[in-house]
C-alpha cells in the first residue's frame, strides 16, 4: 500500500508545479537584493576545473545521455590529468565546506517545497564574498552533489543493498516508478541542465580572456555578470 503512495514532491514534478518559482516580474526586486549581498572580497578562483568536474558529474547522471559513456576511458584518462596535481586537491579542500552548505540550502529548498526567492538570497548571503563566476560554479557544484547522489542511487540501487537502502530514504524507486509520467519533465531538465552548462562555460571562457581585451573595473560588465548569474541561478532552483 505504501508503495503506491505518491509524495507531494512528487505531484509537484508531475504536474510541473512551479508556484514557489522566481517569476520574471520580480526579478528587478530580487537583482536589488543581489547586489545588495555581493561584497566581493577581492579573491579571485580559477573555476575551470571545478567546472569540469561538475560538467562531468552532471554528463554523466543526466537520464538519456548515453553516447557519453562510449568515450568512457578516454574521459577518465583525461579527468585523471587534470586532478593529479596539489593545486586541484587544495581548492577543493577550501571549497568542500562552501559547497556541502550550498547542497543541504538547495536540497531543502527541493523536498521541503520552499520559497525559491528565499533560498536564493540565502545562497547568495553565503557567497557574498565571491566573484559572479565563482558564485555560479559553486552553486552549480552543490546542485550536481544533489542530483548526480540521486541519479548514481538510481543506477546502482537495483544491485548494491546498501544503495538501495539509502534510495529508500531519498524515495529514489517512487520517482522510477513514476519514470513514464516524468520523461517529459526529465527531458526538458535535461535540455536546461545542457542550456546551463553551455552558458557557463561561455562566462569562464569571457572571464578567461587577457586583461588586454577587457576591463574589470567597468561597472556594465559587473551589472552584465550579476544578471546573467542570476538568470542561470534561477534554472538549478527551478528543476527542484
Known amino acids: 500500500m505504501a508503495s503506491k503512495m505518491t509524495p507531494v514532491s512528487l505531484q509537484q ?4 508545479d512551479r508556484k514557489s518559482m522566481i517569476t520574471m516580474s520580480d526579478n528587478n526586486a530580487m537583482m536589488k537584493q543581489i547586489h545588495a549581498t555581493h561584497a566581493h572580497d577581492g579573491r579571485e578562483i ?11 558529474i552532471l554528463n554523466r547522471s543526466t537520464p538519456g545521455v548515453d553516447a557519453i559513456v562510449t568515450t568512457t576511458q578516454t574521459r577518465v584518462e583525461t579527468w585523471e590529468d587534470r586532478t593529479q596535481h596539489a593545486g586541484f586537491t587544495a581548492m577543493i579542500d577550501a ?15 527541493s523536498y521541503g517545497g520552499g520559497d525559491a526567492h528565499a533560498t536564493t538570497l540565502s545562497i547568495f548571503n553565503m557567497l557574498s564574498s565571491y566573484p559572479w563566476d565563482a558564485k555560479l560554479v ?9 542530483y548526480g547522489e540521486f541519479w548514481l542511487l538510481a543506477q546502482i540501487c537495483s544491485s ?13 524507486p517512487v520517482l522510477l516508478e513514476h ?28 572571464k578567461e580572456l ?10 556594465a560588465l559587473s551589472t552584465a555578470m550579476a544578471h546573467i548569474s542570476l ?10
Open 179 to 206: 519514470s513514464a509520467l516524468l520523461k517529459p519533465r526529465l527531458d526538458a531538465i535535461n535540455l536546461l541542465i545542457q542550456a546551463m552548462m553551455d552558458v557557463t562555460n561561455c562566462i569562464i571562457e569571457f
Open 210 to 219: 587577457p586583461p588586454l581585451y577587457i576591463n574589470q573595473d567597468v561597472v
Open 138 to 146: 559553486l552553486t552549480l557544484a552543490a546542485f550536481a552533489l544533489n
Open 231 to 240: 538568470l542561470l541561478f534561477t534554472g538549478p532552483l527551478g528543476v527542484l
Open 95 to 109: 571549497l568542500s565546506h562552501t559547497i556541502d552548505r550550498l547542497s543541504c540550502e538547495i536540497a531543502c529548498n
Open 46 to 56: 580559477d573555476v575551470r576545473p571545478l567546472f569540469q568536474l561538475v560538467e562531468d
Open 160 to 172: 548494491n543493498q546498501l544503495a538501495k537502502s539509502i534510495s529508500i530514504l531519498k524515495q529514489v
Open 13 to 16: 514534478m508531475i504536474k510541473g
